[in-house]
C-alpha cells in the first residue's frame, strides 16, 4: 500500500536515532511490544501494527478460529506518516513495537540498516512465493527482514465519458492503444485531450513523477548506496523538466497535490480525465467519485511497466512472541489471503501463486465499468522489469524533488528553474557528499 501523502524530512533525524538505540533493543518487559505476555489460560495476544487499509479485517478473526489461544488485535495508524513516525520512535527506544509492524516499501530502506532489529523470516514454506523483486527488497545479507504484502503495478485509470467529450476512444483497449508508447505520447494525447475541452489531463505534477520515476533504476544512488550529488543527476533534473513543461507550460495538471480536500473534490467536478493507477488506487478512486460514471481502467502504462507503491510485515526482534507472530505474518500475505484482501481494499497481491489463481483474473470491478482489473493488473506486474534503487536517503531526497515541484504546480510561488535552485540548496543541507 503506497503512503496517502508525501511525507516530511524526518528521515535523517530518526535514523540518528536508531543509531544511538540500536544497541538497547531486545525482548525488553512483558507486554513491550504492545501485546500481552498471556493470561492463566496460555493464551497469546499479538498485536498487528498497520496503516491506511490493508484489508485484514476479516482475516484477524479467520486465523483466530483456526489457532485457538491465540487473541489477534489490529493497531491502525490513520496514515503511512504516523506509522513511520511511530516505528523510528520505538525502534530507538528498543521497545514498545508490535508483534508485527506494517512497513512501507518506500522506508524499508531506512529500516534495512539494521537488519537485527527484526527477526528473519527466512523459511522453506515461504521460500519462491513472492516477486523475486519483491523478496530482494526486503533481503539484507541472506536475511529477509520483511514478508511481502501488495505491490501496485501502474495502469491509467480514465474518465471515458471525457474522453468521448474529445472525441478520443473510450474502449478500454483502445485507450490502450491511444496510450501506448512512451511519456511523450502520453503528454501528447494530453496535450489534444486539453486543447478539445479545457479540462486537466492528469491531477498533479508530483503523482506523474511517482510515474516516471519508478522506471528509473538508480534515483538518487548508486546500488552501493552511494549518493548522486542532485546537481550532478542529469536523468532527475530531465524527469523534473518533463513534468513541469507538461504540467505548466502545457497546462496538463490540474495543479492538485493528492489527498488534499482540493483533490478529492475534484472527483466530483470533471476535475481532470486520467490518473496513474495502481491497484491500490481504485478503491480511493471509487470513495472519491461516488455517484460519478465513466470511470474505466485501460491496461496500459506509459514508458511499459511500473510499479507504485506496496508494503511489507516485519517481526521486530524486540516483541515477545517472535514465533508465533511469524507464523501469523506467513499466513497473512500467504496467496489465499491475499486475494481475499484485494477483493476487500484493492491491495494487490504480490505472490507468484495467487497472479495465476483464476480468482483473481475472473474479478471485476463494478464502478469502473466491470473492468477485469485481475486480470489487468496481474499483465501489470509481469510488466514490471525495472525496480528503482531505494536506498537509506531515497526518502528525503525525492522529498525535496517532489517538494520542489509542489512549489511549481499547486503552490505556483516558484518557476521551475528558482524552485530547482531551491532543491539544490536542501540537498546540500542534508549533508550527504
Known sequence: MKTRTIMGTVGV????????????????????SG??????????????????????????????????????????????????????????????????????VDWLPELAQYPDEFTDLTSDETNGRWLDWKTEAATVDGKLIG??????????????????????????????????????????VGKDFVSKTDIPWYDGATATYQGMINQVKNPFEQDDNTVIPLKDNTEIKGVYDDVLTASVDDNLSAHLSQWSEDWVNAFQKDGFATMLCPPWMLGVIEGNAAGVTGWDVAPVFPGGG????????????????????????????????????FKTKGTFPSQVEALDDPELLDYTNEFFNNAPVGKIYSERAKAVTVQPHKGPNFFAITTIVTDAMTRVDVDKTDDAASSWDKALTEFDQLGLE
Not at 149 to 171: H, S, V, W
Open 35 to 104: 501485546g500481552e505476555s498471556g493470561s492463566a489460560s496460555g493464551d497469546i495476544t499479538l498485536t498487528v501494527a498497520t496503516f491506511n487499509e490493508f484489508g485484514y479485517g476479516d482475516l484477524y478473526q479467520e486465523y483466530m478460529d483456526s489457532h485457538p489461544g491465540i487473541k489477534v488485535v489490529e493497531k491502525k495508524a490513520a496514515t503511512s506518516n504516523e506509522a513511520r513516525d511511530n516505528m523510528n520512535t520505538r525502534l530507538a527506544a528498543g521497545s514498545g513495537l508490535s508483534d508485527i509492524e506494517a512497513i512501507e
Open 306 to 341: 511500473g510499479n507504485w507503491g506496496g508494503s511489507y510485515l516485519t517481526v521486530p526482534a524486540q516483541g515477545d512472541h517472535p514465533e508465533e507472530a511469524k507464523e501469523l505474518a506467513a499466513w497473512l500475505t500467504a496467496p489465499e489471503q491475499q486475494i481475499k484482501a
Open 147 to 188: 514478508y511481502g504484502t501488495d505491490i501496485g503495478p501502474e495502469a491509467i485509470c480514465y474518465r471515458a465519458d471525457l474522453f468521448e467529450k474529445a472525441g478520443l476512444p473510450t474502449d478500454r483497449d483502445e485507450v490502450a492503444s491511444l496510450l501506448d508508447g512512451g511519456w511523450d505520447k502520453y503528454f501528447e
Open 13 to 32: 533525524a530518526a535514523v540518528s536515532a536508531l543509531v544511538l538505540g540500536a544497541c538497547s533493543s531486545g525482548s525488553g518487559e512483558s507486554g513491550a
